[in-house]
């Protein structure tokens, strides 16, 4: 944004041709994609934290995004792997050739706030209401604006099912060279057990090896309910560096509980967080993947969506904007119609302590689908050849599971 050039046409009065409503992964991509793409267009985004990005990591798949979108990340530093990347079960072991990428959320910050003019950020600042005209901020300031988009973070309904991905992950300043050279995005070797005391679950443990010497641990695990008990947490992660012999010590750590979803009446929880007239994107919008919880290339693809309707249309209105951020999120929810149907197979036909199982059925297939998959572009080759071969649920349990309406998100527990 260039504050001399002419503006989208903002009516008389407002200050803001966009104003974005939280600074997380969607928020800041989208003010990035708006900066680069959408000359003259005054935009703010308004962030009640102190940086851009919480406290997170997001990693992500090659050929998740396309060029132009890994055009809009090229400005990040990011961490990466050409050789591939590492899965482990107990009856299985495969490399992968495709490169992996990871980006933590300091340098997400650091390189958003390096770029963005300092005028477009407003940090520490909590917004009270948000409504079609503006944002009115908890100290009683009014933002006026032509469009509004509402990237705040998930919210649970009862109108929606399913379970939750719990995790917490530490990273490791090694004393010596740890010897990794590839990510192990999954090593599900590990004991299949709960940590909240609940019996078993689905668990794995991520390892990125982001330098020489340091390396980010996490554990984590699919379950039932959204229970963290992150001392638990914290001690298998130590225990799993001290198997490896790596020695050091926590420079920095991240935890987080994120649904899995099932199943649902997406437009009845659309409704209970939507506002006329303000657009909705990121998790909140429903623009994540229902089994995995990855986020980024629906932000990414999002965010350049959005700058680019506003750069053909200056004119669109900010209820025009949330119409077609609401289609968009409307195909989203059709399209990974398939990822919930499995979510409903891993929670309600596997048993808890055989849900390793129906993973390591899915990682001996072909290396493209598995990637196909994490970027929610299944072909319907790949979902007839995931459900093909040996069950790896009771037929019973599958089909039980496939007419389920599923088990609703607790509301009493935020994601």
Known sequence: MVDSQPSTG?????AHDVIIVGGGLAGGLIALA????TPGCRFVLVEAGR???GHHRWSWFETDICPAERALMAGFALNGWEEGYDITFPGLGRTLPTAYRSLASAEYHRALMAELPADCVMLETRAASLDAGGVTLADGTRLAARRVIDCRPFRTSRHLAGGWQVFLGQHFKCEKPHGLTRPVIMDASVAQLAPHGNGEAYRFVYVLPLSENDVFIEDTYYADQPKMDAEVLKGRVAEYAHHHGWKGEVIDQEAGILPVISGGDFAAASAEVAIPGVALAGARG???HPL?????????SNAL???QVLARRPELSGAELAAFCKRRARRHWRATAYYRMLSRMLFEAAEPGKRVVVFEHFYALQGRLVERFYAGRSTWPDRLRILTGKPPVAIPRAIRALFSSGKPLNMETPA
């Open 10 to 14: 903002a009516p008389e009065g407002s």
């Open 286 to 288: 429903g623009f994540s």
């Open 34 to 37: 708006l900066h680069r793409h």
């Open 305 to 307: 969506a959005i700058a």
């Open 51 to 53: 940086t851009l990005g």
């Open 292 to 300: 995995t919880s990855y986020t980024l290339p629906f932000a990414v």
